[in-house]
């Protein structure tokens, strides 16, 4: 296939991974809020601080409340990382694609655009938000299950769980370094009295929770929950499932340079991470070099599948 068709379908699924991501950290965030007293440390400024857009919020608003935070997020084109920003990339990118895909998926994700784009305005409101944002990740859902059961599943295919799977591992491991603040020793006696609750929240935004359950057996801890996140084989949005799945991938590409010893070297530092003999600040040092990582496996993959600027 064509290096700039591989390119186009491992940034759509990026960006739909994107989109989803988004739209669930604000649904479970409100959820979270509205079970926590007013008190304890935990606000809307937590999710710009996932992003990493906290200095591109504070050139456009100057409070970080609900109502700003939330259409930064979703509805704000001029941010690159928000929710319709993501999605009208995507639209893009199977809209220059769509000799390779089914029909359908075609459709599914322009629907989703035109909805999102008719409906930026609702999500100042709560009660509508809540409907805007389920009709998202409804959308999502359709898509990936549209395209594992209707496309063929070889090279291009392989391009989009690429995509799918190093955005999904880094969008955790960012939630991962977030809540390793609540590790921290300085933490609030309000903040220990509701830790259960925020560690469920962590699970909820990764639709974890049940699968936590059955495989821990036991109440919701830091501990466990970091290392579920990392390191179980079976999750599909752990970081090590994440690695599994983009190794697999790989292995089956043509041209494959250097790839499989960089997810080896990826693998190797995520199994070495240990959350129960780390600190807060060994923790999040830790998470920011996977983040780091992940960045130089797409650079790789860039380089070795996608056409440069010069060579077009």
Not at 150 to 167: A, D, T, V
Not at 197 to 204: A, D, H, R, S
Not at 288 to 293: E, P, S
Request: one cysteine or more.
């Amino acid at each position: 296939m064509l290096s700039r068709s591989a390119e186009r379908l491992y940034w759509l699924a990026r960006y739909l991974e994107r989109t989803e991501n988004i739209a669930r950290l604000v649904s479970v965030h409100m959820n979270l809020l509205m079970d926590l007293p007013k008190g304890v440390e935990m606000g809307w400024r937590q999710l710009i601080l996932i992003s990493a857009s906290e200095q591109e919020f504070y050139e456009k608003n100057n409070v970080a409340n609900e109502r700003n935070i939330t259409r930064f997020l979703l509805a704000d084109a001029s941010h690159s990382g928000s929710l319709f920003s993501s999605l009208s990339a995507a639209r893009e990118n199977i809209r220059t694609s769509r000799e390779l895909l089914p029909d359908e998926a075609w459709e599914q994700v322009n629907e989703m655009y035109l909805f999102a784009k008719n409906n930026l305005e609702t999500v100042v409101n709560r009660r509508q938000r809540v409907l805007f944002l389920n009709e998202i990740l409804k959308g999502c859902q359709r898509f990936t299950g549209l395209l594992s059961g209707y496309m063929s599943h070889n090279h291009p295919y392989r391009f989009i769980l690429l995509g799918r799977n190093i955005e999904r591992a880094d969008m955790t491991s960012r939630i991962l370094d977030l809540a390793s603040l609540l590790l921290s020793e300085s933490r609030s006696d309000e903040m220990r009295q509701y830790e259960t609750i925020l560690w469920m929240n962590v699970l909820k935004a990764l639709n974890a929770l049940l699968m936590y359950r059955q495989q821990i057996r036991s109440r919701v801890k830091g501990d466990d929950v970091l290392n579920f996140l990392l390191l179980d084989a079976n999750l599909p949005r752990s970081v090590g499932c994440c690695i599994a799945e983009m190794s697999l991938c790989i292995s089956k590409l043509p041209n494959n340079d250097g790839l499989p010893l960089k997810l080896a070297e990826l693998d190797a530092y995520v199994q070495d991470i240990d959350t129960r003999q780390t600190t807060q600040d060994q923790l999040r040092s830790i998470l920011d070099g996977l983040q780091n990582k992940l960045g130089e496996l797409h650079s790789q993959i860039a380089d070795n599948w996608f056409l440069t600027a010069t060579e077009e």
